[in-house]
Structures are given as C-alpha cells and as structure tokens.
C-alpha cells in the first residue's frame, strides 16, 4: 500500500506517518511538502497512492502561502479522485472548500485534551471514550444543515471567565466524495482513543469506496520522487560510516588503534581539579587567553561522564561559518580550507571526516575515545532548515577571511580522559600515532620500549592521576595569584572589592512584556503552537592581566557556575577565540555506538524560592505543581510531540519498520534554582546500514525546546520578535544587529546551540547551551573589557502570562549571572 502524506511545514507531520505506517497493513508512507510540485506535476501521481493525508500545519487554510497546492485536492477530477484524510489545517482546508465557515477560537487550545463527543459513527465506529489533543487556534462553522460536509465529532469548550460553553467540529466528512477531517491530533502521544482507532476505519472505509467505485491503484514508479521537486523527507544518510568494516585510519599501512588505560579513582576529586592538575603537567593553565581546552562536565543526575579533550598544536581545529563554500581547519601552523562539494553541507562534510576516521577497538566502558568535541550555534541550526539569516550580509561570495565568530568549531581531540562519576574509573587514553618519533616529540618523557609516544603519555597520565588520587597523597600548595582577581561590588563585602562593579545589561522589561504579547498575538492567528522567546544580557567585567595571574576569568567563572549550579551537562569549551561556560540541565541528543538515540527535551520551570522568608517548593509540590498546570504539561507535551517528529525523521525512514518511543513523559528534575519538567524520547538508528545519531542531530537543529513548534514558522518569527532585544546605544550583538526590525538581525549565537562530542567510535552526546555565558576574544580586544553574553528565556504559549514569563526568563538569568556575582 502507498500512502502519500502531505506536509505542510509542521513539527508532527512525521508522527502522522508513523501512524498511518503503523496501523494500514503493509503500508509504505511517502512523505512530501505541500509545495514540492505543481498540482499539474501532482495529480497524474495520485493514480499510483492508495491514499493521502493532508497535514496539519501553521497558518490558515485560507492562505496559500500557507497550503500550497493542498485545495486542489479537493477539485480533483472524478477520474483522479482517491480517499483522503486532512488533519487540522488539512481538515480546515477541506471543510472551507465546500462551504464552511473559518472562525478563531475564543479560547486557544495547544497541546490540551478534550474529550471526544461522537456517536461511533464512520471513523469512530466501535470507539468509545476518547480524549484528543489539539493544536489550533482557528476551527471551522458548518452551516446546518449542510449538503456537502457531514459533522461527525465535537468537543465542548467552556469559556470559565465569560461562563460560555461553545462546541467545535472536532471531525467531518464530505457527503459524496472519499474526503475525511479531523480538527485534533490523532497522532499525539497523548491522544487517548481518536488515534489508530479512527486510521483503521479510514482505512477500511478507503477500501470500501476504491471497491465500490472500481479504484484500482497503479504501481508506483520507482522514479516518482524525480518528477517533482527535492524532497527533503527523503533522507539521503550522512554518516557514511563503514558498518562493519574493520578501523581504518587515514593511514592504511599503519592502522591506528585507542591506546587507553583505566584506573581507579580512588578520592573524589572533581572534574575541574583533574583538569588543572593534568594541564600543569603538560605546563599550560586552563583557561587562559590563547590556551584552548576543552571540557565536558557532568556533575549532576542523569549525568555520569565527564571528558577531558587535551588540544596540542597538532590538532586539528574544524571551523565553519554559515554561508562560506569551505570549511577551514586549523594545525599547526597551517590553515587548510576544504571547498564543500556540491549539494553537501557541513555536517556531511563533517560525516566524512569521521567516516575516515573510525575506530572499533576503544574501551566499551568509555562513552569518548576519541573524536570531535565542541559546538554549534544557533544560526547553524536555523540555517538547516532552509531558514535565511537576515543578520548575514547578503554577499555574492563567502568571505575570504575566516571569521572570528565561527557557527560551528569543533577540535578532533586525540588525547583524552573520561571520568566516570558512578563506577569511579578515569579512562586515559589517545588515538594519535603511536610512532616512536613523534610530530611533537615528549623529550621529558621519552616512549617506552613497549610502545610510541602515545602509549608513554597514557602510562604517564595514568601514574600521575593514581598519585594524586591517591587519598594518602599531599598536593603542593596551589600557588596564589599574584594580582587580585576580580569582584563583584554587587554582593561582596565592600571591604574585600578591590575590582570595579560588573557591568550587568539584560534586556529591558517593557520590550521583553511587548514582545510576550506580540508572541501570543501570532499564536491566537494559528502561525504557531508555541513559541520559545528568549534574549540575550550582556556582562561586561575587567579583564584580568593572564601573564600575572594565576587563573583567567573564564576558568574561574566555570568553577564557580559548577559549584553554584550543578548541572549534569556543564561544560568548558575553549576554541579559538571563543569561551563558552556552561551548566545545562539539557542533553539534547545522546547515542550509543550500536545507535540507540535519546533526547530528553526540557519545558515547564517551576522557581523553587516562594520568595525570602517562606519555605521553598519541595520535589513532591512540584509535582502536584506541574501536573496540575494544564500550561506546563501543553508546552512539555508539544515539545515532545515535535521531537518524536524529528527523531522519525532518520529512525522511521521510508520502508523501516522502526518505531520512536517516548520512555519517559512528564518527569521532574529538581535544579539549583528551579524544577524542571522532563521527557525522554527513544529510537535507534539502522547502524548496519551506516547511520548514526549524527544524523538524527544533522536534521533536528536547532533543538525544539530552543524553538517552539511547528519549529520552522517558530524560527521565523523570532527573527522578528527577539528582534528588539538590543542594548541601548548599542553597537553590538553576538552580530551587528540590524535597526530596521521588519527586517531581523539579531542573532542568539553560542547560546541555544548545541555542545558535545562525537566519538570515533561512533556515539555521542549533545547538549543545549543554556544556562551558560560566552565570550569573543576580539571583542574584548577591542573594549579592554571582558565581554560575556548569558541568553535566558521561556517557551510562551496561549496560556502564558507576561509577567511571570519575565520572572522566569530572570531566573534562568540568575542561575548564571550569580556565578558572576560570587566570581
Ligand atoms: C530558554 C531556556 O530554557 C529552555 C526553556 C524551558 C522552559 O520554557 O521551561 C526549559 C528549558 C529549556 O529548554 C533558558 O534556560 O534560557
Ligand atoms: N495544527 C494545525 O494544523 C493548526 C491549523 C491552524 N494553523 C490553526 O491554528 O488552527
């Protein structure tokens, strides 16, 4: 069976076709965008589907922009004529088209149930209770009665501030012709009953009419996809990563192989300490301008390895600017640009360079042996979805200069150590070249007879991690700054401030207020579910002399945001001229080397402080809190509704059987500072056929939490509304944002993009850059000053109130600007 499912640009189009997939028998689901042809290219192919459905989408049905060809569906020509199911702006679409009338909903209703109101009839024969979700802000009236739609379903909206009770067509079918309708999401994980129940009578009732009317559908051609436009549901892998060949290297004749060893932690030394002490050993401080470093640190629940990635200047330093034809790599002292070929990005270049360079002979135990380490920004994740970059010069050519602020920049990390937290263990190890004479020879320590340099640095970072783990041992007296280290005046003893005040300049109130009710505006007109605003305070502090100190800012600022909040996902990222600090609550997308993918989006916040004085919100309150507030569970629910989209985008691909599975709905984490609420959504990707989770990352940025849903409409419209969030007199934000606001040019930069590592042997784990501060080099150059940037914000939805969502946005602020204050 060839079912086609037109997409309309939404975030849940590809539950749908789980749906349909797996409830029709032997169902093949062929997935394309309501403008990829022409209904001239379309109608000819119908011949060859069994079925089709219309999905939902942002936007009326009215707009074109907004349905592309979907109406000329409904005037297909009896000979062309097929079953079809339109779901929300699908069914919105069918029902104006013979005569219904498109009204807005006076209460909005995203992401919450309703209960089903239906005499189990048609496609509800043989339900019973049904509790369905939706997604819209527009429905459609249909005269009574009418010759042309039939009413089948309903659900009563109960206006409790005006006490009006109002019922809305929840689903419908044309009198005649094989057309079906439903308003609500049957394809939500949280759609109770209306689901597959309704899918299989659609289905049946599809057969039924092809029988009756002597349908017969014709082979697809193998080619079909060619007679119209790129399909982008088509997913081409990315990762070309040989499935079961044996390592290779770029060196064939002298294979490579993880050189590791593990010992026992036998004290519990933190993550930054290690780092420290095994950076002075190779005579370099963390931190310091210039000294790039890099680390990964989990220092709270769920989290349980933190990595250690070691740069020498050999490694390899992978840049790239969103909009440049290359991709630049920094060694030594050399600079090599590798030109994209054509029709491939970034993350197929990058797929490339791991795909020759995999390694199958690590440590099981250890999640890291090797491999990229760094970050993305934002924009990198706007610019995958098709999305223009309006802050971008429009330039006829990439730039020839490398720019100082790269949307992607990763270090291919040789040398490593990884702490497990849970079974106490540090794994060191190297995937360099283990050649007796090395490019950058260790003359203190000179291999062993039993190995190369490779094999030395690990037995020696070994005995040095024992000897300083070793609870009998006494370290040396760290020793201390020779100047002052900056102060905050803000909460400092004044007596101890030796330092002028921060310079702290978050975004101003009124316009954040504005900007919540200018989001609400375009969720009421149906252009979006939901949507995650957010903005940018600046943190301007002294810069500290690094020749004369002993520690840089940015290292002490880590140390002390790990201390303040303990995040599972922290991190220090030091590449090129860029510093991120970092403390997320947030994995974005995890992977094991055999291709289970996880991701473990986070909406709904709850401030743990009732204010001074009273007792803060306990775990079990906030539970009763989140599961009472229909608001947190709708911004959860729709987040997860869209991530299960994007993970079936490489999981379920056409022909797999595959499923994505949400394994964890609604749970509660407690912070530093708040509650979160959080969901855990499954898949595993066909690693026999070389697929990796770098795939599913490739085609799921930027993370739905950081955009809302349907996640591209979402992305556009905040060009507009984070717009307005520049500092007064301003010059600069993470790019020279644009005065003219209609045209956008505000970025979020670092903040809201993704850091983790891919590992050679072929997982990896991402997490979303939130609750974290980062910095440019030039720009402190330039100002004398150091310049941080700290992005907070909060998912706005139909339900939410302005102020509190500013109060929000501060304490998220908060949780990162302290660790300034208490520098
Ligand atoms: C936008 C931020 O956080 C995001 C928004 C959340 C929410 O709306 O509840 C929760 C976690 C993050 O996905 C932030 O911390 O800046
Ligand atoms: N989920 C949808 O398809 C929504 C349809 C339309 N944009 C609305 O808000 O009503």
């Given at each position: 069976?060839?079912?086609?499912?037109?997409?309309?640009f939404?975030?849940?189009?590809?539950?749908?076709?789980?749906?349909?997939?797996?409830?029709?028998?032997?169902?093949?689901?062929?997935?394309?965008?309501?403008?990829?042809?022409?209904?001239?290219?379309?109608?000819?192919?119908?011949?060859h589907?069994?079925?089709?459905?219309?999905?939902p989408?942002?936007?009326?049905?009215?707009?074109?922009?907004?349905?592309?060809?979907?109406?000329?569906?409904?005037?297909?020509?009896?000979?062309?004529?097929?079953?079809?199911?339109?779901?929300?702006?699908?069914h919105?679409?069918?029902?104006?088209?013979?005569?219904?009338r498109?009204?807005?909903?006076?209460?909005?209703?995203?992401?919450?149930?309703?209960?089903?109101?239906?005499?189990?009839?048609?496609?509800?024969s043989?339900?019973?209770?049904?509790?369905?979700?939706?997604?819209?802000?527009?429905?459609?009236v249909?005269?009574s009665?009418?010759?042309?739609i039939?009413?089948?379903?309903?659900?009563?909206?109960?206006?409790?501030?005006?006490?009006?009770?109002?019922?809305?067509?929840?689903?419908?079918?044309?009198?005649?012709?094989?057309?079906?309708?439903v308003?609500y999401h049957?394809?939500?994980?949280?759609?109770?009953?209306?689901?597959?129940?309704?899918?299989?009578?659609?289905?049946t009732?599809?057969?039924?009419?092809?029988?009756?009317?002597?349908?017969?559908?014709?082979?697809?051609?193998?080619?079909?996809?060619?007679q119209?436009?790129?399909?982008?549901?088509?997913?081409?892998?990315?990762?070309?990563?040989?499935?079961?060949?044996?390592?290779?290297?770029?060196?064939?004749?002298?294979?490579?192989?993880?050189?590791?060893?593990?010992?026992t932690?036998h004290?519990d030394?933190?993550?930054?300490?290690?780092?420290?002490?095994?950076l002075?050993?190779?005579?370099?401080?963390?931190?310091?301008?210039?000294?790039?470093?890099?680390?990964?640190?989990?220092?709270?629940e769920?989290?349980?390895?933190?990595?250690?990635?070691?740069?020498?200047?050999t490694?390899?330093?992978?840049?790239?600017?969103?909009?440049?034809?290359?991709?630049?790599?920094?060694?030594?002292?050399?600079l090599?640009?590798?030109?994209?070929?054509?029709d491939?990005?970034?993350?197929?270049?990058?797929?490339?360079?791991?795909?020759?360079?995999?390694?199958?002979?690590?440590?099981?135990?250890?999640?890291?042996?090797g491999?990229?380490?760094?970050?993305?920004?934002?924009?990198?994740?706007v610019a995958?979805?098709?999305?223009?970059?309006?802050s971008?010069?429009?330039?006829?050519?990439?730039?020839?200069?490398?720019?100082?602020?790269p949307?992607?920049?990763?270090?291919?990390?040789?040398?490593?150590?990884?702490?497990?937290?849970?079974?106490?263990?540090?794994?060191?190890?190297?995937?360099?070249?283990?050649?007796?004479?090395?490019?950058?020879p260790?003359?203190?320590?000179?291999?062993?007879?039993?190995?190369?340099?490779?094999?030395?640095?690990?037995k020696?970072?070994?005995?040095f991690?024992?000897?300083?783990?070793?609870p009998?041992?006494t370290?040396?007296?760290?020793?201390?700054?020779?100047?002052?280290?900056?102060?905050?005046?803000?909460?400092a003893?004044?007596?101890?401030?030796?330092?002028?005040?921060?310079?702290?300049?978050?975004?101003?109130?009124?316009?954040?207020?504005?900007?919540?009710?200018?989001?609400?505006?375009?969720?009421a007109?149906?252009e979006?579910?939901?949507?995650?605003?957010?903005?940018?305070?600046?943190?301007?502090?002294?810069r500290?002399?690094?020749?004369?100190?002993?520690?840089?800012?940015?290292?002490?600022?880590?140390?002390?945001?790990?201390?303040?909040?303990?995040?599972?996902?922290?991190?220090?990222?030091?590449?090129?001229?860029?510093t991120?600090?970092?403390?997320?609550?947030?994995?974005?997308?995890?992977?094991?080397?055999?291709?289970?993918?996880?991701?473990?989006?986070?909406?709904?916040?709850?401030k743990?402080?009732?204010?001074a004085?009273?007792?803060?919100?306990?775990?079990?309150?906030?539970?009763?809190m989140?599961?009472?507030?229909?608001?947190?569970?709708?911004e959860?629910?729709?987040?997860?509704?869209l991530?299960?989209?994007d993970?079936?985008?490489?999981?379920?691909?056409?022909?797999?059987?595959?499923e994505?599975?949400?394994?964890?709905?609604?749970?509660?984490?407690?912070?530093?500072?708040?509650y979160?609420?959080?969901?855990?959504?499954?898949?595993?990707v066909?690693?026999?056929?070389?697929?990796t989770g770098?795939?599913?990352?490739?085609?799921?940025l930027?993370?739905g939490?950081?955009?809302?849903?349907?996640?591209?409409r979402?992305v556009?419209?905040?060009?507009?509304?984070?717009?307005?969030?520049?500092?007064?007199?301003?010059?600069?934000?993470?790019?020279?944002?644009?005065?003219?606001?209609?045209?956008?040019?505000?970025?979020?930069?670092?903040?809201?993009?993704?850091?983790?590592?891919?590992?050679?042997?072929?997982?990896?784990?991402?997490?979303v850059?939130?609750?974290?501060?980062?910095?440019?080099?030039?720009?402190?150059?330039?100002?004398?000053?150091?310049?941080?940037?700290?992005?907070a914000?909060?998912?706005?939805?139909?339900?939410?109130?302005?102020?509190?969502?500013w109060?929000e946005?501060?304490?998220?602020?908060?949780?990162?600007?302290r660790?300034?204050?208490?520098?």
């Amino acid at each position: 069976m060839n079912i086609l499912v037109i997409d309309s640009f939404d975030s849940f189009t590809l539950n749908l076709a789980s749906l349909l997939r797996r409830t029709i028998p032997d169902a093949i689901v062929h997935v394309i965008h309501n403008n990829d042809f022409t209904s001239h290219q379309l109608i000819p192919l119908l011949q060859h589907f069994d079925a089709v459905a219309v999905g939902p989408g942002p936007g009326s049905p009215n707009d074109p922009g907004a349905v592309g060809i979907i109406p000329d569906i409904w005037d297909l020509p009896d000979p062309y004529l097929l079953p079809v199911l339109g779901v929300c702006l699908g069914h919105q679409s069918l029902c104006i088209r013979f005569g219904g009338r498109l009204e807005n909903l006076s209460i909005v209703k995203h992401g919450q149930c309703s209960a089903l109101e239906h005499d189990g009839q048609d496609i509800f024969s043989g339900l019973g209770i049904a509790k369905v979700v939706r997604y819209h802000s527009l429905h459609v009236v249909i005269p009574s009665p009418h010759d042309a739609i039939v009413p089948l379903a309903w659900a009563t909206d109960v206006d409790v501030e005006r006490g009006a009770k109002q019922r809305i067509l929840m689903a419908a079918r044309h009198r005649t012709k094989p057309f079906w309708g439903v308003q609500y999401h049957p394809e939500s994980i949280c759609t109770i009953g209306g689901g597959e129940d309704i899918i299989r009578n659609f289905w049946t009732l599809a057969q039924q009419w092809s029988a009756e009317n002597g349908r017969v559908t014709l082979p697809l051609p193998e080619n079909w996809r060619q007679q119209i436009n790129y399909d982008d549901f088509a997913l081409t892998r990315l990762a070309c990563r040989p499935p079961s060949s044996p390592s290779h290297t770029t060196h064939p004749k002298q294979p490579l192989r993880v050189i590791a060893q593990a010992v026992t932690l036998h004290s519990d030394v933190s993550t930054p300490l290690l780092g420290e002490a095994l950076l002075a050993l190779e005579h370099e401080r963390p931190g310091l301008d210039g000294h790039e470093f890099l680390l990964l640190d989990s220092n709270a629940e769920p989290g349980r390895f933190s990595i250690i990635g070691f740069i020498s200047p050999t490694t390899a330093r992978i840049t790239y600017t969103v909009g440049d034809t290359v991709v630049r790599i920094r060694s030594s002292s050399t600079l090599i640009e590798s030109p994209l070929a054509k029709d491939e990005d970034i993350w197929t270049w990058l797929a490339h360079y791991m795909g020759n360079r995999s390694f199958l002979d690590g440590n099981d135990a250890s999640p890291f042996w090797g491999g990229l380490i760094g970050y993305s920004t934002y924009e990198c994740g706007v610019a995958t979805l098709g999305v223009d970059l309006p802050s971008r010069p429009k330039q006829s050519k990439p730039s020839p200069i490398p720019s100082t602020h790269p949307d992607l920049s990763f270090a291919f990390v040789e040398r490593s150590v990884v702490v497990d937290r849970v079974d106490s263990l540090v794994h060191i190890q190297s995937i360099g070249n283990d050649t007796m004479t090395d490019h950058c020879p260790d003359h203190a320590n000179p291999p062993s007879v039993e190995g190369g340099v490779e094999t030395a640095w690990v037995k020696r970072i070994s005995s040095f991690i024992q000897l300083i783990t070793d609870p009998s041992f006494t370290p040396a007296p760290t020793p201390q700054p020779t100047t002052p280290v900056p102060a905050s005046t803000q909460n400092a003893d004044s007596s101890q401030t030796l330092w002028p005040p921060l310079e702290v300049e978050p975004p101003n109130k009124t316009q954040y207020i504005s900007s919540v009710k200018r989001t609400q505006e375009y969720l009421a007109q149906g252009e979006s579910y939901e949507i995650c605003l957010t903005a940018l305070t600046r943190v301007t502090l002294p810069r500290l002399d690094s020749t004369t100190s002993c520690e840089s800012t940015s290292w002490r600022l880590f140390k002390t945001l790990r201390a303040l909040n303990p995040a599972p996902y922290g991190c220090f990222i030091r590449l090129g001229g860029t510093t991120l600090v970092g403390s997320s609550p947030e994995r974005f997308l995890s992977w094991t080397r055999d291709g289970l993918c996880q991701l473990r989006p986070i909406k709904g916040t709850i401030k743990k402080s009732r204010g001074a004085g009273k007792p803060e919100v306990t775990l079990a309150e906030a539970e009763d809190m989140f599961l009472g507030s229909p608001k947190e569970i709708a911004e959860n629910l729709m987040i997860v509704d869209l991530i299960r989209h994007d993970l079936s985008r490489v999981v379920c691909r056409n022909g797999s059987r595959e499923e994505v599975r949400v394994t964890q709905l609604f749970s509660v984490e407690e912070y530093e500072a708040v509650y979160q609420l959080v969901s855990v959504i499954e898949g595993r990707v066909d690693v026999g056929r070389g697929y990796t989770g770098w795939d599913v990352l490739a085609r799921s940025l930027p993370p739905g939490s950081m955009t809302g849903a349907p996640k591209k409409r979402s992305v556009e419209l905040l060009q507009i509304l984070e717009n307005s969030f520049v500092w007064p007199q301003d010059t600069f934000s993470p790019r020279t944002p644009c005065c003219d606001e209609t045209e956008g040019g505000h970025e979020r930069g670092v903040y809201s993009g993704v850091c983790g590592y891919w590992c050679v042997g072929g997982g990896g784990d991402f997490s979303v850059i939130i609750r974290s501060a980062f910095k440019y080099d030039d720009e402190c150059e330039e100002s004398g000053s150091e310049r941080w940037y700290v992005g907070a914000g909060g998912a706005i939805t139909a339900l939410s109130d302005a102020e509190d969502e500013w109060e929000e946005m501060k304490i998220k602020l908060s949780s990162t600007l302290r660790a300034f204050e208490h520098l």
